[in-house]
């Protein structure tokens, strides 16, 4: 009796091989940035779809489980925007920016704080991560200065100062409590609220927060989520790399502008102060912070000194 032979077919190890060539393309970047720090904003689309925030989690997970530590600053405007209305408080918009009245600031903590913060820290805590809320007031982490804004009567164009209520900006960073926390081995987790000198507390904007937050950091990256591609040229095309020169020439043009001013006046704060360089990118993409730091092709705008 001739002995059984297995006729199954052999296993196609293509897709196997192709997964160990995206983990050796991979491969140095872990080797030159493990011990640095990542700074992501994290904000926009991504709130209240389950979907992006898992993605989101497993990315910030992966990038500790390598030994790059993540540290996340989230806004929350929108959510602030709803629980307002939800709650009878009418909101009053100046130059496209909200004034904030002290019965504001106490629902933007609450939102971002206690809200907000918890979420994320659980969709890390899901992913495998250890992660801990924190907000600027925590160990005196960031003091926060009053935002003044200047308008121009368009009848008398006399510059009028706007009073923005308790609209903060960091004036100070202390790091000791990021610094405990990732020595810890945890992930922090930031809402953009801290006190003043005055002992108010103050919401700062999101991405101004993380561009500070990263320059102390002295911060290997600077991610800013976004809701487009990146940075897009008068043709439409996508600006993988640029310098502070290059923005201001571009912004002079009129290439830059809207809501993409900010953004990169924080990130040009942020190479200009102390981390190493930014990046703006589109958020919508699945694992689009993974695709631009760990493959040589990119997937933002990356902004150095």
Known sequence: MSAHKDKSPAPDLSLDLSKAEVLIEALPYFQRYAGRTFVVKYGGHAMGDPAAARDFAEDIVLLKAVGINPVVVHGGGPQIGQMLSRLGVESTFVDGLRVTDEATAKVAEMVLSGGIN???????????????????????MVTARKVTRTTRDPDSQIEQVIDL?????????????????????????????????????????????????????????????????????????????????????????????????????????????????????DGRVPHAMLLEFFTARGAGTLVRA
Do not use: H
């Open 118 to 140: 918890k979420e994320l820290v659980g969709w890390l805590a899901g992913a495998g991560g250890k992660a801990i809320g924190l907000s600027g007031k925590d160990g005196g």
């Open 165 to 281: 209520g308790f609209v903060g900006e960091p004036a100070r960073v202390d790091t000791s409590v990021i610094d405990t926390a990732v020595a810890a081995g945890m992930i922090p987790v930031i809402a953009p609220i801290a006190a003043g000198e005055d002992g108010a507390t103050y919401n700062i904007n999101a991405d101004t927060m993380a561009g500070a937050i990263a320059a102390a950091l002295g911060a290997a990256r600077l991610f800013l989520l976004t809701d487009v591609p990146g940075v897009l040229g008068a043709n439409g095309q996508l600006l993988t790399d640029l310098t502070p020169a290059d923005i201001a020439s571009l912004r002079d043009e009129g290439v830059i502008r809207g809501g993409m001013v900010p953004k990169l006046e924080t990130c040009v704060a942020a190479v200009q102060s102390g981390c190493e360089a930014a990046v703006v990118l």
